[in-house]
């Protein structure tokens, strides 16, 4: 996708979702108790992470919408995502790792859950393969939440047949994901990426209903979304089998705010400024270098007061994640669009 025809806004989003993320770890690292305190929606980073799912299943899908599904457009597709994916991951990895041997035997507190292994150099390259993890035991890798990057590189790859589904069908992707995510020994998340897919397929039909709409109608569907994304809360006997059925109840309500998003030209101006979407253009570095951060902070100062380690955090995660954007990510992009420039975008 273009820089003129991106949706700046919802590179925004993405990068408010990163940060909660970060949030959630900083507080779990340095108040743990005040975790489940009852603002932790504010902190929710399942959440988080379940929208960088459905967000990337749209974004995707909008970047390849009016491509044609060949095995020329499919590799082309695959060799961007690869570009985007590898070079700064494995950077961090690296890095990591090398911070890692300073502090491996200090870890205490909540950290003590991760980095229970001591990695050599043949771990790294294992864990650099990421579409295929060696070892799956995040407690045993060096970056733990990885986990998400190889959910998202795999599904990723079978974004185009989805997308392809979806334009014959739309309805028909997220009733065959939904299917084969109850019958086969699948990945579950598959299914958020298929709601990011269907939304797109239907973008415009969404976005002509919620223009319709009054501005109390407008107020209903982000009320029910934020009410979806408490079920647990609300109804916590009956969570257990709400998951059962709606596979995670949360994608759901997170549907519905991307829903909100694309058609509200009032959120999109909220989120239309420099510093928002710079947040979310660093987004992936953000993610991937913070956890590492938190642990070396907490060796330093494990009594920390919350705020200001989240200050510290925060502030260092974001000088570093823009390096990493203009001097890795940035230059790989365009290595993708150059090399592989059968498909429109990222």
């Not at 993405?14 to 932790?40: C, D, E, M, W, Y």
């Not at 295929?132 to 990723?156: Q, V």
């Not at 956890?291 to 330093?300: C, V």
């Not at 203009?326 to 230059?331: G, M, V, Y």
């Amino acid at each position: 996708m273009s820089e003129k025809n991106r949706y700046h806004f919802l590179d925004s989003s993405r990068g408010i979702a990163a940060l909660v993320v970060l949030l959630a770890h900083t507080i779990k690292t340095f108040s743990p108790r005040s975790f489940q305190s009852t603002f932790n929606f504010i902190w929710d980073s399942e959440s988080a992470v379940l929208y960088f799912f459905i967000l990337s299943g749209f974004v995707l899908t909008e970047s390849i919408r009016s491509e044609k599904l060949s095995i020329t457009s499919y590799f082309n597709f695959a060799g961007k995502r690869i570009c985007r994916i590898y070079p700064v991951f494995i950077v961090v990895l690296i890095v990591s790792f090398l911070l890692y041997h300073f502090f491996s035997n200090q870890i205490t507190g909540w950290l003590t859950v991760y980095w229970k292994d001591q990695p050599n150099a043949f771990d790294v390259i294992k864990q650099a393969v990421l579409i295929k993890r060696f070892p799956n035991d995040p407690a045993l890798r060096i970056l733990p939440h990885d986990w998400t990057l190889s959910i998202e590189i795999l599904i990723s790859l079978a974004l185009p047949f989805l997308a392809w589904i979806a334009n014959k069908k739309s309805w028909l992707v997220l009733v065959s994901v939904y299917l084969m995510v109850k019958i086969l020994p699948i990945d579950s998340f598959i299914f958020d990426f298929a709601i990011g897919v269907f939304i797109s397929s239907q973008k415009e039909y969404l976005i002509s209903v919620w223009k319709r709409m009054n501005f109390l109608g407008h107020l209903l569907v982000v009320l029910l979304a934020l009410i979806i994304l408490q079920t647990q809360k609300i109804l916590p006997n009956l969570s257990d089998k709400i998951e059962l059925v709606f596979i995670h109840s949360k994608s759901w309500g997170l549907a519905f705010l991307l829903i909100a998003l694309i058609s509200s030209i009032r959120l999109q101006k909220m989120l239309t400024n420099k510093f928002f979407m710079l947040q979310g253009k660093i987004s992936y570095s953000f993610y991937l270098v913070h956890f590492i951060l938190i642990g070396i902070l907490y060796q330093f100062q494990p009594q920390m007061h919350l705020i200001t380690a989240f200050i510290l955090v925060y502030s260092t995660t974001f000088m570093i994640s823009v390096f990493l954007y203009f001097s890795i990510e940035s230059p790989w992009i365009q290595v993708g669009k150059k090399c592989f420039s059968g498909t429109k975008g990222q």
